[in-house]
């Protein structure tokens, strides 16, 4: 019985010959390597008993081998629509750039620049002088230095201050990132001693000092930016830190994870109250390092600021140049801070920022415009709700801001087998799951986005579409 199943399958070279018509600019190794898969696909199916005659069929299988390659013949990393309502989401590449830092990529990367060149002296400059000023303009920092992106940042100062040497730490802040990222890990792969101090709930001022001896290199504070303790809890305060340091000459640095300078208390949004680095700097730490791709808005870089003694040894560290910025970056990140210096500009003009600031009447608005269009589709059952979003990436940890979302049931489809559906339409829709309910937040969908997922609904999913 199978076997008959087997020789039913068409070549190869068949099945390539009718599918350049349809791709006919697609390499021809491409193709035959995506047809192939899918004949191994199809034989694997038969073996498990899997596959009856009918999907055999060859208007059935150059039908489905049409909606695999319209799939699978894209490149591989590609757009999607982000309706998880969460913000800054890791794993679907954090910040959005702004019109202005995507202008200066394209710049930068069509033309020559002076990247690594000084227009005053005609002679060899260094990249970093495209942003030092202005980091320190917008943090009251005395120097800065950016590398690949935070972790980076991390890594670079402690190999700079604290190789063989002990860094003292709160247990309550050695936290996982998440992406495998442990601050006891980066620590000793920069060769850093980690001395940890008080317990998981509580750490006092005493707790650090009498770890202090010879061989402390620094003590370090790391925002503990995915989760929070609540309840019976003390850590000490930055400006105690700082005052210790002075006692004992020791420099006080912190991993402020996601960057920020915007007080968000200031717009009504005091239960967002994230620390901002001029504060952390004003206090007078000696390094501070925080992420360029998180609640920054920009692209993905560790930002190192703080005392120019300090930053001037880490500028010299031979890993700078291997954890250094590219140009790209560079330019993203310059037009990025630049939206900075007048605060009203950067709320409007950075996606991040603009999307965690939507104002709930407009996100609900957003979601009636986009219930009222796939109501129109018969299978579907539509509704708006009043939900939660998050910010995500590890910033304002349990805080959640009001948003809406549109609850989207499919007949004789189960929630979880709907989401998986939206994964391969093109562009792929990523949506949220809550009580047993396919979910998009329209605080993560683009106003430009909202007639996308109409389409994506009416012309790849449903019963025409397997
Ligand atoms: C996110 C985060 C990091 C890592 O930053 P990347 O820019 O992702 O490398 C390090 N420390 C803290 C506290 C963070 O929140």
Known sequence: MSNNLYAKLPSTERLIQVMQQHFYDTPNLLLKTKINEYLENLRQQIKKGNISKIDLEEKTLIKNLLSFLNFELKPHFR???NGTGVVVHTNLGRSLLSKKALDAVCQACSHYSNLEFNLNTGKRGSRYSHVEEILCLLTGAESALVVNNNAAAVLIMLDTLAKEKEVIVSRGELVEIGGSFRIPDVMQKSGAILKEVGTTNRTHLKD???AINENTACIMKVHTSNYRIIGFHKSVSLEELVKLGAKYHLPIIEDMGSGNFISFSKYGFSQLNEPTVQES???????VSFSGDKLLGGPQAGII???KDIVDKIKQNP????LRIDKMTLSALEATLRLYLDEATALKEIPTLNLIFTPLTTLKNRARRLKNLLSKIHELEVKT???TSRVGGGSLPEKDISTY??????KNLSAEKLRQKLLKTTPPLIGRIEDDIFCLDVRTILSKEINLIYQIFSQQIGSGNA
């Open 79 to 81: 757009e999607v629509i």
């Open 385 to 387: 709700v009043k939900s």
């Open 405 to 410: 979302v549109v609850q989207i049931k499919m």
């Open 208 to 210: 650090y000092e009498q």
């Open 281 to 287: 700097i004003k206090v007078g730490l000696d390094l």
């Open 305 to 307: 600021v703080g005392k």
């Open 319 to 322: 890993l700078n140049r291997a």
